[in-house]
């Protein structure tokens, strides 16, 4: 069969059921599985055969979704987890140990900043900040023997930066690292990092993909790309016998196709036990189905919105690549041409309490922690999710009083511009 195209794929992709087999992927509600010969198992426990024994490292129904993901990244192979997080968690830590080392942009989600500089740091792994628009010199100058990776993020959330993949790629690549890529804003609709040169990309699922606010989850995608067996000394994990698993050796067993989700599966999930619920996976799958649909949708509001924000005297500036003039507009035209997200970013001339009245007054965006939605939601980051900064740590952030991150959903476009527009006449 010829290439399908995106849409095809996120209708259909991943699960293909055989004659008589359910039109819908179907819940695996079990927590284990039977097996006639003790054999059988045993060769599961040596990874001598593919099977299922114990959701906490596998489910079928997971495996269809993330079957469905990796097709639409493009990729090799791919896992689900529980939550973004644990997605991020697993992509690093597959890598890198106490000891190593990452160079991350500067321009990532503060929940992934928290992950990298406060709990991985404790467990011994040490990351150096860039700032993603440094030159390359200056990227590579962050670079350590005990370098295991890079990681950026394709839309940062909520700086809405859009990252150089290419030029992160090359400064990693000469350093013989993988580029880790969170996909999570622009989704495989936008952008897919790995036609760009990026080597492993993860999302949080929770966000667009999902994209009803339904179910918490994350995924991994391996491009298959990086040759972990020419940097075998960087990446013992993957290239030397895993005692745990009577010596199996990831690269050679698996290829530098399978090796890395195969090593994420067998041991970190074994031990750490992130799994997504097959339920969740479920709902996961249904937000997939129309996620060519909606991205479009989501960005033509997140446009209109932008352009009304940046014609009105009430906002002092607006952040969305999608505007000419925004620093990220060129890059955004290269890496996003068919628009971004439906995130925006503004702050009002009124400061923070503008940012509180705005935000009350609206009658379709609502105050939630949660953006990428079917529902328009709003957040003001000084007064909740970084209320706990001053002034001074605020402007460091990059983070004004009255900086409003506005996620535009898929309702009407007038609506919501009506709707922003009374509100704004109260500020
Ligand atoms: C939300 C988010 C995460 C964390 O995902 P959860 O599913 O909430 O754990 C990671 N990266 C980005 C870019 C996000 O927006």
Request: some cysteine.
């Amino acid at each position: 069969m010829s290439k399908q195209g995106i849409g095809t794929i996120s209708v259909q992709g991943g699960y293909r059921p055989g004659n008589g087999e359910p039109r819908q992927v179907p819940i695996v509600q079990s927590t284990t599985f039977k097996y006639d010969l003790a054999d059988d198992m045993g060769a599961l426990f040596d990874l001598e055969a593919t099977g299922y024994f114990y959701t906490r490292l596998q489910n079928p129904t997971n495996d269809s979704v993330a079957a469905k993901i990796c097709e639409l990244e493009g990729g090799s192979a791919a896992m689900l987890t529980s939550s973004g997080q644990a997605a991020n968690f697993f992509a690093i830590f597959n890598i890198a140990g106490a000891g190593d080392h990452v160079v991350c942009s500067t321009s990532i989600y503060g929940g992934t900043y928290n992950l990298f500089a406060v709990t991985l740091k404790r467990m011994g792994i040490d990351f150096t900040f860039v700032d993603p628009d440094a030159s390359e010199e200056e990227l590579a100058a962050a670079f350590q023997d005990n370098t295991k990776a890079m990681f950026g993020e394709t839309i940062a959330n909520p700086a809405l930066k859009v990252l150089d993949i290419e030029k992160f790629a090359k400064v990693a690549h000469a350093h013989g690292v993988p580029l880790i890529v969170d996909n999570t804003f622009a989704t495989p609709i936008n952008c897919r990092p790995f036609e760009w040169g990026g080597d492993i990309v993860t999302h949080s699922t929770t966000k667009y993909m999902d994209g009803h606010g339904a179910a918490v989850g994350g995924a991994i995608v391996d491009s298959g790309n990086f040759d972990w067996d020419a940097y075998a000394s960087k990446f013992p994990g993957l290239t030397t016998p895993d005692e745990s698993y009577h010596g199996v050796t990831y690269t050679k067993a698996f290829g530098k196709e399978g090796a890395y989700i195969t090593k994420a599966t067998a041991q970190l999930m074994r031990d750490l036990g992130c799994i997504q619920s097959p339920q969740n996976a479920f709902y996961l799958n249904l937000g997939l189905e129309s996620l060519h649909v909606r991205m479009p949708r989501h960005c033509e509001n997140g446009q209109k919105v932008a352009e009304f924000l940046s014609n009105h005297p009430k906002v002092r500036s607006v952040t969305y690549c999608g505007l000419p003039g925004d620093p990220c507009y060129e890059l955004g035209q290269k890496y996003l041409p068919n628009g971004s997200c439906g995130v925006v970013s503004f702050e009002l001339v009124g400061g923070k309490e503008a940012a509180k009245t705005f935000m009350e007054r609206l009658r379709i965006a609502a105050i939630e922690t949660h953006v990428a939605d079917a529902r328009s939601c709003v957040l003001n980051p000084a007064s909740t999710t970084h209320r706990q900064m001053n002034e001074e740590e605020l402007r460091a952030a990059g983070i004004s009083g009255g900086l409003v991150r506005l996620s535009c959903g898929l309702e009407d476009t007038q609506d919501l511009l009506d709707d922003i527009a009374q509100a704004l006449e109260a500020c």
